[in-house]
């Protein structure tokens, strides 16, 4: 039987932007149960120094907070990177034209330089290496990544840093939240505790959504940070298990800078400059094709399967 996760999402996505309010709705219950209910009133009351543990606490979350929603919908928004109109690898125009009928008719259209050339049959349009078609958005994307249900986005080579930094903070407020309500929940089961009040019930929910949420992210960016380092993708993880050496990677510093950029300053924003991007566009525009009779194997599993 065939378990794959894509399957699930693919239920996932008729959801639709309903995602949206569930992921507002955590948010929500998080910050509530932490500065509401538990941090933010004792900023008036007590010692001066738990005061101030409080109000830091709060300040803190706070931010985390801040950050996870500017990377969140900053995912959400960013255009993932589409293949211009017209573009195609030939030399010229007639070229591209006279090979156009062959590939629409599954022919194999003539190499560029020794190199197969890719044709979306769905988009009817040549598309350079690294892009993939994404069945939600009907169109092929730059370096693409994968169909996130949560963002409700294709994650592709303009908006991956805003999801890896998605990830990132959520992971950082959520073991913030975790460490911070963790002693409430252990007062949850103590025979003092106040369950006619509504408060343990949604301090005990949040505490157990929160580190539920840091112990599957921490899986998720350990594994993201591989495919970084390694210049790769979640689609392309799949076809590197099965293939030989990893063609793209430019050593582990350049491949971080090709997703989060050269501007040390900017890594933790989930933003890039004009600049930035028109390189990123320019170079998966021509990235070079797979080479050599040893990648035959990876150019001719050309996913269209991973369309997630
Ligand atoms: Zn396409």
Redesign the pocket.
């Known amino acids: 039987m065939d378990c794959n996760i894509f399957q699930f999402c693919k239920c996932l996505k008729l959801l639709g932007r309903i995602m949206i309010l569930i992921v507002l709705a955590f948010i929500g219950l998080s910050y509530y149960a932490v500065v509401w209910e538990s941090y933010g009133p004792s900023i008036f009351e007590g010692s001066m120094q738990s005061r101030l543990g409080s109000f830091t606490a709060v300040f803190i979350f706070t931010f985390l907070i801040g950050m996870t929603l500017w990377s969140y919908f900053a995912c959400v928004m960013t255009d993932p990177g589409k293949v211009p109109l017209g573009w195609h690898p030939f030399s010229s125009d007639e070229e591209a034209d006279a090979q156009f009928s062959l590939a629409s008719y599954g022919g194999q259209p003539a190499a560029v330089n020794g190199q197969r050339v890719r044709f ?1 049959r ?2 009817k ?1 040549w ?1 350079p290496e690294r892009a993939h ?1 994404d069945s939600g958005t009907g ?2 994307v730059l370096r693409m990544d994968h169909y996130c249900i949560w963002v409700l986005n294709c994650v592709g080579l303009l908006n991956y840093k805003m999801f890896l930094l998605f990830l990132f903070w959520t992971f950082w407020a959520c073991a913030l939240a975790s460490g911070l309500l963790i002693n409430s929940f252990i007062r949850f089961f103590q025979s003092d505790a106040d369950l006619n009040s509504a408060r343990p019930a949604i301090v005990f929910i949040a505490f157990v959504v929160d580190a539920a949420f840091c112990l599957s992210l921490f899986g998720f960016l350990i594994m993201h940070a591989r495919l970084v380092v390694n210049n790769c993708t979640t689609i392309e993880m799949f076809e590197k298990a099965r293939g030989p050496p990893w063609p793209y990677t430019l050593g582990a510093r350049r491949n971080f800078e090709s997703v989060f950029g050269s501007r040390h300053w900017a890594w933790l924003l989930p933003m890039h400059s004009a600049a930035e991007k028109a390189s990123m566009l320019d170079e998966a525009l021509h990235e070079p094709y797979l080479q050599g009779p040893e990648m035959a194997d990876l150019r001719g599993a050309d996913p269209l399967s991973c369309e997630v």
């Open positions: 979306c769905k988009c349009a598309k078609h169109r092929c």
